[in-house]
């Protein structure tokens, strides 16, 4: 059996689809009730207490970890899930970290998440470290004035980065747990190009077949809006990374087609599979 925590979410539904088609026994943790696909166990579970997950992991020979916001903020202590994953038997974990464990490796919340990789090494599972870059469903963001408005309101409209569509972390993460070719490896996760505020402003326009304007924001503005829903300190790490991104956040990684054979999909992709949220 594989759990997936986060199994609500935009890598964690994906995951525990392909996870199921591919005959798998799965159990999808999340912190409320919620819809799974057919033959999928659903356990509701806080990663905040890691206790509560010892009847999900009961059986487990794999884990995939994805942290949930509040586990990122100074004080929490994820290493905990860790911990209960070993005493419970599992036999692998797959982490989902993220790329500024390297190329921002000073803030705090990228020197607890670099502990944790340490954590998750050192635990004696098999193992392997997702780090992906930018999301491309980030632009989930602006679906309401996009919906209202035909507007994207957003910082740094020239500055481009990478992003990548979190079907293809839930691609790379479904073969780390599948396959144990890929265990011990840390993968960095992009897009297949770089791409603007503007140029994912027009690929939404494109999906929408009607006009989008685009509204730059100054860095105050973006980081009010976006400290309603995370930690004031991964705000900033995200508006640095969007405002001057470095050319470690620039490069077009590799990795993704190493492990799926295929390239990464393109920004446009993403938009035109959920444009339904922006209509």
């Known amino acids: ?3 997936v925590t986060g199994a609500t979410g935009n890598i964690g539904r994906p995951l525990t689809r392909a996870l199921a088609e591919a005959g798998e026994q799965v159990t999808a943790v999340s ?4 819809a799974v696909p057919d033959g ?15 009847p999900a992991l009961a059986g487990a020979k794999s884990l995939f970890l994805l942290l949930s916001g509040d586990l990122h903020a ?3 202590h994820p290493a905990d899930i860790v911990g209960e994953a070993v005493d419970s038997g599992v036999r692998r974990i797959v982490l989902l970290s993220t790329l500024g464990v390297v190329t921002r490796p000073f803030g705090a919340t ?24 930018g999301f491309a469903s980030n632009a989930l963001w602006w679906a309401e004035s996009v919906r209202e408005r035909r507007l994207v309101a957003a910082p740094f409209g020239d500055v481009g ?42 690929a939404l326009a494109t999906a929408l077949g009607s006009p989008v304007a685009f509204q730059e924001l100054t ?6 809006a976006m400290a309603r829903s995370m930690p004031a300190e991964l705000a900033d790490d995200t508006l640095d990374i969007l405002g001057n991104p470095s050319p470690a956040e620039q490069r077009v990684s590799p990795d993704v087609e190493r492990v799926l054979g295929r390239a990464p999909r393109p920004f446009a992709d993403w938009a035109a599979r959920n444009a339904t949220a922006f209509r």
């Open 161 to 202: 980065v990478p992003v990548i569509d979190p079907a293809d972390i839930a691609a790379v993460a479904a073969a780390c747990l599948l396959e144990d070719r890929y265990t011990g490896g840390a993968y960095e996760l992009t897009g297949p190009e770089a791409i603007t505020p503007r140029g994912q402003t027009e």
């Open 74 to 76: 100074l004080g929490a």
């Open 110 to 133: 990228r020197i607890a998440m670099r502990a944790l990789e340490d954590t998750v090494r050192e635990s004696g599972l098999e193992w392997a470290v997702l780090r992906p870059g």
């Open 1 to 3: 059996m594989i759990v």
């Open 40 to 54: 999928v166990r659903h356990r509701v579970a806080d990663l905040a207490e890691p206790a509560g997950l010892r």
């Open 31 to 34: 912190r409320h009730p919620a």
């Open 219 to 224: 860095r105050e503005e973006a980081r009010a």
